[in-house]
T-cell receptor
Framework: DAGVTQSPTHLIKTRGQQVTLRCSPK?????VSWYQQALGQGPQFIFQ???????QRGNFPDRFSGHQFPNYSSELNVNALLLGDSALYLC??????????????FGPGTRLTVL | RKEVEQDPGPFNVPEGATVAFNCTYS??????FFWYRQDCRKEPKLLMS???SGNEDGRFTAQLNRASQYISLLIRDSKLSDSATYLC????????????FGTGTKLQVIP
């Protein structure tokens, strides 16, 4: 039973560049959420995708965008990178019909460093 | 006031000790509560859900106090392997759950 996978594991970019992070949900899951975790902080909710649409969004600027594909995998795109975007980006998957459980399974994350 | 607040620690405790963490939340409409464990440079992993009736899983006990808006995690007979950051997670009611993490409490169990 494949868990949540993310790629790449590490990434180094420079200010102003754009980045795309990828996530494959746990087998059987249909909902994907993205989080940003800065050093020493708890994960901050970016947005959630279900049925290929963004249905909920946290307090993040429009530079952060995403996409969900028919196979439920997802991408997170960040444009015009800032130094402050350096963080661990976590993807979490869940199953919509079990939403009442409020349980999510996290991937290992992508560590983004912006220089 | 932060939506979810935790004492960042670190809590340094000897092996075999009992340690307790609290987490307070500001939204009285919050509906689900969890404790996650996060090891250094790893992803968070669900430790246990927290119910109004309290729940226990081996050495771990979680409690919810809705009146005072806090949840707690008690770890008995601490092991070296319990060293990690413990994240409090609260989800709010509504059409789609809003998930809020605390900043985490760091636990270091010392031999």
């Amino acid at each position: 039973d494949a868990g949540v996978t993310q790629s790449p594991t590490h990434l180094i970019k420079t200010r102003g560049q754009q980045v795309t992070l990828r996530c494959s949900p746990k087998s059987g899951h249909d909902t994907v959420s993205w989080y940003q975790q800065a050093l020493g902080q708890g994960p901050q909710f970016i947005f959630q995708y279900y049925e290929e649409e963004e249905r909920q969004r946290g307090n993040f600027p429009d530079r952060f965008s995403g996409h969900q594909f028919p196979n439920y995998s997802s991408e997170l795109n960040v444009n015009a990178l800032l130094l402050g975007d350096s963080a661990l980006y976590l993807c979490a998957s869940s199953l919509e019909r079990e939403r009442f459980r409020d349980e999510q399974f996290f991937g290992p994350g992508t560590r983004l460093t912006v220089l | 006031r932060k939506e979810v607040e935790q004492d960042p620690g670190p809590f340094n405790v000897p092996e075999g000790a009992t340690v307790a963490f609290n987490c307070t939340y500001s939204n009285s409409a919050s509906q689900s509560f969890f404790w996650y464990r996060q090891d250094c440079r790893k992803e968070p992993k669900l430790l246990m859900s927290v119910y109004s009736s309290g729940n226990e899983d081996g050495r771990f006990t979680a409690q919810l106090n809705r009146a005072s808006q806090y949840i707690s995690l008690l770890i008995r007979d601490s092991k070296l392997s319990d060293s990690a950051t413990y994240l409090c997670v609260v989800t709010s009611a509504g059409g789609y759950q809003k998930v809020t993490f605390g900043t985490g409490t760091k636990l270091q169990v010392i031999p």
